[in-house]
């Protein structure tokens, strides 16, 4: 078989859609002849015919069908990227689409995204919230620009990538106004048996608040461990316990949920990553984010 010409080929295809030679003749402005020709010509380059005569009609035989369905699929995308170049930038939004950890607090999250909506261009979002286990596995098929985390890449991923340090700060403690007149005098050592809601295993910062409370010799009594930050602030607003949160969201904790401030440390600190798998990062939305996130940041501490 001799090499395929795609302009036979888009000829095959035009008739196929049209239904006819005559109509494809109208389509393309060529005489039938002409596209009657090229058709054969495709025949006899695949050695064997594509289409049945049926009585004044012609119909695709089976391999015509299969050669039909490779042809509109190769030709679809032609016109496809045809149009995607003609109404580039402004009719077509440019797609970003982000994988956040779910032990990374909403209101961060949505700061550190915030400044991609800056971007001249028209930008959509695509927001997916789960484990860093399942996101590293989206971010390897490229099913993700970039992982928002609040902590860098396990060592011993198997997964090729690059953590990008956004920004970090020290951690605020949260206490309902009743409770807070308990443990605010005397703080950090306060703490010690007081009631406390502990950040869920997959936190990153769980880890440095513990050996932070072995440090200072505090021993506080465990009254909730969770996973879903917002519960945990549920739990705090109802008196539960102290609990707490990255600095850099404290007076939005407290404008929002009605908590006092009991005190903050910078021993131990809150960390957001984007993780990539990119070494330099190159999407517009991901530049703005990496951009702007330490000044966020710093600014709000």
């Given amino acids: 078989m001799s090499a395929l010409n795609y302009k036979h080929l888009h000829y095959f295809w035009v008739v196929a859609k049209c239904g006819g030679i005559n109509r494809a003749s109208e389509q393309l402005h060529l005489t039938p002849q002409t596209i009657s020709g090229q058709v054969t010509m495709l025949e006899e380059a695949l050695g064997t015919p594509l289409f049945d005569r049926v009585g004044r009609r012609i119909e695709l035989n089976d391999t015509g069908r299969m050669v039909f369905s490779y042809a509109d699929e190769i030709f679809s995308l032609g016109e496809e990227l045809e149009d995607m170049l003609h109404h ?44 860093l286990s399942a996101l590293l596995a989206g971010l390897a098929i490229q099913s993700y620009d970039i992982v928002i985390a609040d902590g860098p890449m396990p060592p011993n991923s198997n997964v090729r990538g690059y953590s990008h340090l956004l920004g970090e700060c020290g951690i605020t403690f949260f206490a309902a106004p009743a409770l807070a007149r308990e443990v605010k005098k005397g703080f950090p050592h306060s703490l010690d048996s007081a009631p406390f809601l502990l950040p869920g295993e997959d936190a990153a910062v769980r880890p440095r608040l513990l050996k932070w409370f072995e440090r200072e010799r505090i021993r506080p009594h465990i009254a909730g461990e969770f996973d879903d ?41 809150e960390q957001f990553y984007a993780i990539s798998i990119e070494r330099r990062l190159s999407h517009p939305a991901v530049v703005a984010i990496s951009s702007a996130a330490r000044k966020r940041i710093a600014s709000r501490k």
Avoid: W
Avoid at 106 to 124: F, G, N, V
Avoid at 241 to 259: E, H, N, T
């Fill in 88 to 131: 580039r930038p402004g009719d077509r939004p440019l797609q970003f689409t982000v994988g956040v950890v779910d032990s990374v607090q909403k209101s961060i999250a949505y700061m550190l995204l915030e400044p991609a909506l800056q971007l001249p261009e028209t930008l959509r979002i695509v927001c997916r919230e789960g484990k």
């Fill in 229 to 269: 930050g917002a519960l945990l602030k549920e739990f705090g607003e109802a008196g539960t316990g102290v609990f707490c949160m990255p600095s850099v969201v404290a007076q939005q904790i407290k404008r929002q949920y009605g908590v006092v401030e009991v005190g903050r440390t910078h021993d131990v600190n």
